[in-house]
DNA sequence: ACTCCAATGTTATATCATTACATCGTTTGC
DNA sequence: GCAAACGATGTAATGATATAACATTGGAGT
């Protein structure tokens, strides 16, 4: 069986702190926001870091250099790909996973004889609310 | 018209460096690669880069923090999502580019009225010889 | 109590990227 | 021609991200 063990302290508090964010955080943003509980370098962020990606809590964002705590965390035990929609003016992620995306990789893959191991897949661009807001201040400053 | 402007000196060199490579190379390698023709400071090496990314001739693996030469510059001066493989044996990449992928993401982002702007797409685990190599291995390990 | 092992603490260092400012050469307008 | 404007370049310093190395602590198992 073996459960998977329940977290450490520094583990709990990393994971608390992403999860309350709206936004990605870099390490030193966590870093900065545990000073508080005794955190005093990039280590203990990272080692936590280190396990909760292990484990599926969190997610890191390549394309930020930041993470994000996992949105679903109990369905993607398993092998699935992720894929991530940033926001670039809110900041917003949407963490979404499509089947058909990853058959197309695989297609791609078992052609090539490629074994997939780890997948980065990231799109950043405007939200549906900051596309509109954009929008509108095209409107205004246009004098309409 | 204005035909894109002929690439600068320090342009062509890294361009030519990155061509050259089998791997991806960060930007202190590629640094390390050009002293001889001058090179003292990084940002000799981003400067050129962010134009070659500009341009198309080069790409950035986020999840390597590397840089590749584009392995079809021809092709997509247009818009068209990008996907690449990387072997974490040998290093070696593959650019691909598939159309039923990007039509799955514009799907998505169809939906959920999210618009799209850059992408990163890259899928990391071992290519098909570097496979046959470590099957291969096992079985001598094995004692087979 | 003793050993083992994982987590943690601490310092230093490695790696990746940008800011700030000076210089040089070309183009553009006069 | 000349000067302003601009882009490319050179150089130094700094910021941001991540890891190495080593000491210490605190159970779990014997
Ligand atoms: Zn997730
Ligand atoms: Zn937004
Ligand atoms: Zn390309
Ligand atoms: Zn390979």
Redesign the pocket.
Known sequence: MTAK?AL????TLVLQTLTAAVEPL????ILDRLRGE???????????L??LLETGLVH?L?SL???VACSHPHEHGGEEMVAFAICETCGGVWEFSDSKIEDRFSAWAEAEGFLTRTTTLEISGLCSLCRQRAAAGEAVEAGV
């Open positions: 063990p450490t302290r520094n583990q870099s390490a030193y943003a005794g955190f005093r370098a990039p280590l203990q962020v990272y080692r936590a280190d396990k890191r390549d250099k930041a993470f």
